[in-house]
């Protein structure tokens, strides 16, 4: 029984055929069925590749992308396609427990944050070791901080994931109490 369910598997999506000889039909069948199985190892093996993926992730989304398609083409047999999948995913999951436990290992596979800003002066090593320019640095403080002047940041970040992160200076508003009419009432303003 099995082996005549598997014979139709194999004739539904052309295993064993030439590339040139898989039909269209086959074809689209091959794609439905690897994409299926490769969400389904990617939501089961590694929630990360579906987050904020730092290049750690990436390159892993990438090679599952490629090794994967070789199995809707033809040019690489099906079932260890399969299994090359499912073992990246693993690999990944794998690394990335180690990452989460040893702080060294991470630092290899996930890079380090860079510091852009420290203390509202612009860190030009940071800048230039990580390749952002003054106006990626001045995009990311508008829109997170909302302001325009880097000596208004405290700190700034290249993160690894690549992300600009900005941490503004906390202003503690000023208070000020104004006589009005020789002393007569008295009217407290807040200053930012």
Not at 6 to 21: P, R
Not at 25 to 31: I, K, P
Request: proline share 3%; no cysteine.
């Amino acid at each position: 029984m099995a082996q005549a369910i598997w014979e139709q598997v194999q004739a539904l999506l052309g295993l064993g055929l030439d590339v040139g000889d898989v039909g269209a039909l086959q074809m689209a069948l091959r794609t439905l069925a690897i994409y299926a199985f490769t969400l389904a190892i990617v939501r089961l093996g590694s929630k990360r590749l579906l987050s904020q993926a730092t290049a750690f992730d990436f390159i892993v989304s990438i090679m599952i992308g490629s090794v994967m398609s070789r199995a809707i083409n033809g040019s690489a047999p099906f079932v260890p396609t399969l299994l090359a999948g499912i073992v990246m995913i693993a690999l990944h999951t794998l690394l990335a427990v180690v990452a989460f436990r040893t702080d060294w290992f991470g630092s290899i596979v996930k890079g380090n944050p860079v510091l852009l800003i420290k203390d509202g002066e612009i860190q030009q090593q940071g800048v230039r070791q990580s390749g952002v320019s003054e106006q990626d640095l001045i995009q990311a403080i508008r829109l997170q901080a909302k302001q325009t002047d880097p000596s208004k940041i405290r700190l700034a970040y290249l993160e690894r994931n690549g992300q600009i992160s900005v941490i503004p200076y906390e202003h503690e508003p000023r208070i000020q109490d104004i006589s009005v009419a020789n002393g007569v009432q008295t009217v407290r303003i807040e200053l930012e």
